[in-house]
């Protein structure tokens, strides 16, 4: 199951879903494609990196070996089509109510290039499982596998992330409608100065609508931040609308608005289109390109992944 029907409530077969610099200083909040609940909220630690060894040979390295995993993911699950169908969340800041299939987890991950925001350009590479144990309940556990930013006065630094643990829950209202909430922590996991040190705590409300040729989530997040910069206030805002159209029988489109707020910090808003292409009910491969809105958001990311199932384990 892809981005077009992320959150179905009949039983049919699913299909898929899939600013330049301005020359005055910027207060920034922490970007938009790192969060503390799932999807919605990916938040980066603002710190000024320090200036590290990562090399350009090693990060060549890690390009090709997710390469690898990426294209030998979707040979082996090619010949696994007879299960549920996966329900991608990624590549959107926007998550849906639907939970994967009971008993059937998930895993997704990809690569995330951005340049802009707090940093000149970055890397990351978002991984998540997820297990749900009915239909109305699931646990979500991520991190990044990497992260590496050069700062604007040249420095580098690399970390794995923070790690994030949600519990989802959904209630299907009717035919078209699924509303859904999302706990989550992020634990200080990444080393500084991708990470704070802090552990963030937040909530994210979620309505999913479905209607023929249409899918759409609306998310509103709220986190309190473990670790702020001087001025800045503990609370942050988050919101994402996300609407998905079935193409073809395999591929789909995404298109998103999202955003955040802080007190003490210029606020962020964001512009991404996605491509989804189901390769069988068990992988589901994505790209986009998001575009910052407003002055503190990244100028460009673009991102690469996968969802794909693990199996049947309850």
């Known amino acids: 199951m892809g981005k077009i029907k992320r959150g179905p409530m009949v039983e049919s077969p699913p299909t898929f879903g899939v600013t330049p610099k301005w020359q005055y ?3 920034k909040s922490r970007t938009l494609h790192h969060s503390a609940l799932g999807n919605i909220m990916r938040l980066v630690h603002l710190c000024t990196p320090t200036r590290s060894r990562t090399s350009r040979p090693h990060r060549v390295g890690l390009a090709v070996a997710a390469t690898v995993v990426f294209l030998g993911g979707g040979t082996v699950v090619r010949a696994q089509d007879d299960g549920p169908a996966v329900v991608p969340y990624r590549p959107s800041v ?3 109510a639907e939970l994967p299939a009971p008993g059937w987890p998930e895993l997704e991950a990809g690569g995330t290039w951005a340049k802009g925001g707090d ?3 970055s890397f990351s590479s978002p991984v998540t499982f997820k297990l749900a144990w009915d239909d109305s309940w699931a646990v979500l556990i991520g991190t990044d596998a990497y992260d590496w930013q050069r700062a604007f006065d040249g420095s580098t630094a690399h ?3 923070d790690t994030t643990l949600t519990l989802k829950y959904k209630l299907p209202v009717n035919d078209n409608l699924a509303l859904g909430a999302e706990l989550g922590v992020a634990l200080p996991t990444a080393r500084p100065p991708i990470g704070t040190g802090g552990t963030d705590w937040g909530i994210n409300t979620i309505a ?3 209607y023929p040729g ?3 989530d609306i998310n509103v997040a709220g986190a309190h931040l473990g670790a702020v910069d001087s001025g800045q206030g503990p609370w942050q805002g988050g919101w994402a609308i996300a609407a998905s159209h079935p193409l073809d029988e395999r591929f789909g489109f995404t298109g998103e608005v999202s955003g955040l707020v802080q007190r003490g910090t210029t606020a962020q808003t964001q512009g991404l289109v996605a491509l989804n292409y189901n390769v069988s ?3 589901v491969l994505d790209v986009a390109m998001a575009a910052g809105l407003s002055r503190a958001a990244p100028d460009w990311q673009v991102m690469a992944g996968m969802t794909v199932r693990l199996g049947h384990w309850l």
């Open 208 to 210: 999913s609508f479905d």
């Open 159 to 161: 970390s794995g992330g």
């Open 119 to 121: 940093s000149a350009r």
């Open 94 to 96: 926007a998550t849906p």
């Open 214 to 216: 249409v899918h759409v």
């Open 25 to 27: 200083p910027v207060v």
């Open 281 to 283: 009910n068990a992988l």
